[in-house]
Each structure stands twice: as structure tokens, then as C-alpha cells.
């Protein structure tokens, strides 16, 4: 029987990371899409991102994806820490979020600082990594032409 949750009907033994999926697409009383983004950095139960570097990864990318789209509504980690979902209005062909996505890890792997890591914006502003944020953008986008599968 299916599970509320899309992402705990996915077996997550499947899938072969790196890649960008659309996770769910709500279609609201209103007439209003949201579309759900799995952007998945690490391969399920065999690595995973710190901390650190997903708390910075948050902030630096949600930061930086803005700039590139008006339809960016979040942009939220995964607990299990190998990736993050990116919710957008509306539906969108998945060449154009692959590039929306292309183009934000770039901004992140040349980015100078995390932004808000400070104690006056950040919850938790000590644990943040700005090397450690560049080096999974930059990790993730080696390997930019495996996004659109998810599946071996």
C-alpha cells in the first residue's frame, strides 16, 4: 500500500545519484501549481553530506537559486543528508530546472562566503563550511550530464 510521503515510495536502492527528479506536483484550489524537486547530491545508504556542509549548502543556495528564478518557493535539506527539495510555482520542463539548478551550484562553487551564517540570522550559525559547500557544487556539477536519470 502506498505511503503518503512520494519520496518513501521510491526505492531508494534504484537510483543511482547524482540527479534532479520531480518528487511530487500539488495542484492547489486556487489553480496554482507547486512542483517538488528532488535534488539528490549522494547516492542513498552509501554516502551522505555533513552537516555542515548541508546547513551551508541551504543557505548558499537557496540564496543564490533566487536569482536565477521568480518561481523558487523553497529550498529545503533532507534529513537523511544526501540531498535537498527544491519547490517551484508552477510546472516546468525538466531541461529548464536542470539548468536552473546548473546555474545555481555554480554561483554556489564560486561563492566568497555562506550567506546569513551569523548569529543574527542563523539558528546555528558555528556550524557552517564554505570549502565544503564549493566541493559538493562542484562535485554535483562534474557530473551535471547524469541529472535527468534517475535509475541505472
Known amino acids: 500500500m502506498p505511503m503518503n510521503v512520494e519520496s518513501f515510495n521510491l526505492d531508494h536502492r534504484t ?4 540527479y534532479v527528479r520531480v518528487a511530487d506536483t500539488k495542484h492547489l484550489p486556487g489553480g496554482d501549481v507547486l512542483t517538488k524537486y528532488d535534488v539528490r547530491f549522494c547516492q542513498p545508504n552509501v554516502d551522505h553530506l555533513e552537516m555542515p556542509v548541508v546547513h551551508s ?13 521568480d518561481d523558487v518557493v523553497d529550498f529545503s535539506p ?24 546548473e546555474r545555481a551550484l555554480r554561483d554556489v562553487a564560486d561563492a566568497t562566503e555562506v550567506p546569513a551564517a551569523n548569529e543574527t540570522q542563523c539558528g546555528w550559525a558555528a556550524s557552517h563550511t564554505l570549502d565544503g559547500t564549493r566541493e559538493a557544487a562542484r562535485a554535483m556539477l562534474a557530473r551535471r550530464d547524469e541529472w535527468a536519470t534517475v535509475t541505472e
Open 78 to 101: 533532507m534529513g537523511c543528508q544526501t540531498g535537498f527539495y527544491l519547490l517551484l510555482a508552477g510546472q516546468h520542463p525538466q531541461e529548464e530546472v536542470l539548468d536552473l539548478v
Open 57 to 69: 549548502l541551504e543557505h548558499t543556495f537557496a540564496e543564490h537559486v533566487r536569482n536565477h528564478s
Open 15 to 18: 537510483v543511482a545519484a547524482p
